[in-house]
């Protein structure tokens, strides 16, 4: 019945019991966890495979550290994100 009343293209999100917010919380800790072990080990780091939701709040819980990156890898269902070093920039 919904999907009667949607324009092309437009989507709905049920967020039961602020689900979705709270696990943003979550995985917004594990990238920052991830971050700090890359930057104590140098090592890159794959994390589980995730949804397209949780591997965003990953990428934009690191977008601004300017010592550590994130990139998403495989394809669907098991795609994943590696935190790693961020290559210098070139001169």
């Given at each position: 019945?919904?999907?009667?009343?949607l324009?092309?293209?437009e989507r709905?999100?049920?967020?039961?019991?602020?689900?979705?917010?709270?696990?943003?919380?979550?995985?917004?800790?594990i990238?920052?966890?991830?971050?700090?072990?890359v930057?104590?080990?140098?090592?890159?780091?794959?994390?589980?495979?995730?949804?397209?939701?949780?591997?965003?709040?990953?990428?934009?819980?690191?977008?601004?550290?300017?010592?550590?990156?994130?990139?998403?890898?495989?394809?669907?269902?098991?795609r994943?994100?590696?935190?790693?070093?961020?290559?210098?920039?070139?001169?």
């Open positions: 019945m919904l999907g009667k009343n324009a092309e293209g709905v999100i049920v967020d039961v019991e602020r689900y979705r917010q709270r696990r943003e919380h979550t995985v917004r800790e990238a920052l966890r991830a971050a700090r072990q930057k104590m080990t140098g090592d890159a780091i794959t994390l589980d495979a995730m949804q397209a939701f949780e591997r965003r709040a990953i990428h934009l819980a690191l977008q601004d550290d300017p010592d550590v990156g994130s990139s998403s890898i495989g394809e669907e269902p098991d994943r994100v590696v935190v790693g070093p961020r290559k210098p920039a070139s001169t």
